[in-house]
């Protein structure tokens, strides 16, 4: 059955979530850094180990990991779309547990600064939000795919306010024909409903489709799961033909002659 619909993850699929991250904290630090006298790269490694521990430890722990918030996106997130208890209650928390995270990474190089932790908390919103770097190849990926008549639908975990903020600003929002988010669902990949309803909305049947992303838990053997075939993205390129999946590749380049073969 020739393959319809291209279900596609964000986060290290489509947008290089990882690199935007080193490059906001390389900004947010290097002025603090130098005056100080501190090494950036370690600071960032115990800001971000604090925030995974304040995390873990908060209230809404629980529901970001089914719905797939991340501690280092709480540092950025304002969660300020969406009328759910969580989300209404993360709103509330993310600003001190944002300087908490700021404070506890100080103090481990040694400085108290209540000053400094807010300056910097507050400047890692701005860089973070201003960074959204795509994979080079993701565009023209999506374009040749659209072009080929196939419908597709970004399927991906995390706050809907900061996902869709992403895709709008990376550009990607206006080449899906629906976006599938986790936070607004409810329901996160890898659990079989959030496909299903990725294919209600583009009116796909699983064998119509298919889902690509680099996570093997969540995109591959979720996808695989809900009976829908997973392209898995090896970037890191690791060499492994996981059974969950259909195909592997290195890159989004090689994907709309794959399909075409379909």
């Known amino acids: 059955m020739v393959i319809e619909t291209v279900l596609l993850d964000l986060d290290e699929t489509l947008l290089h979530d990882e690199a935007s991250t080193k490059g906001a904290m390389s900004a947010t630090l290097a002025d603090a850094a130098a005056l100080r006298g501190l090494d950036a790269a370690q600071l960032a490694q115990a800001v971000l180990a604090a925030a995974r521990r304040l995390w873990a430890a908060g209230p809404h722990h ?3 990991r089914a719905i797939g918030i991340s501690s280092g996106e709480g540092l950025w ?3 300020a779309l969406g009328g759910d208890p969580d989300t209404i209650g993360l709103r509330a928390f993310a600003p ?10 100080l103090q481990a190089a040694g400085v108290t600064d209540d000053d400094l932790v807010a300056d910097l908390a507050e400047r890692y919103v701005w860089e973070r939000a201003s960074r959204q770097i795509l994979f080079p190849e993701a565009l023209a990926t999506l374009v040749a795919l659209r072009a080929r008549g196939r419908r597709l639908v970004l399927v991906t975990n995390g706050d809907r306010d900061l996902q869709r903020r992403k895709a709008v600003a990376c550009g990607v929002a206006g080449l899906m024909d629906h976006v599938v988010i986790s936070g607004e669902l409810g329901i996160g990949k890898p659990r079989a409903e959030i496909f299903a309803h990725a294919l209600s909305l583009a009116g796909a049947t699983p064998a119509q489709a298919v889902m690509v992303g680099d996570s093997l838990g969540r995109d591959v053997r979720g996808a695989a799961a809900a009976g829908v075939r ?3 993205l090896d970037r890191g390129g690791s060499g492994e033909r996981p059974e969950a999946a259909w195909a592997v590749l290195p890159d989004l380049a090689g994907l709309p002659g ?3 073969d379909v």
């Not at 001190?96 to 990474?105: D, F």
């Open 230 to 232: 997973a392209v898995w």
């Open 258 to 260: 794959l399909l075409e």
């Open 96 to 105: 001190a547990y944002r300087r908490a995270a700021w404070a506890a990474g």
């Open 62 to 64: 629980a529901w970001c």
């Open 77 to 79: 997130a304002t969660f």
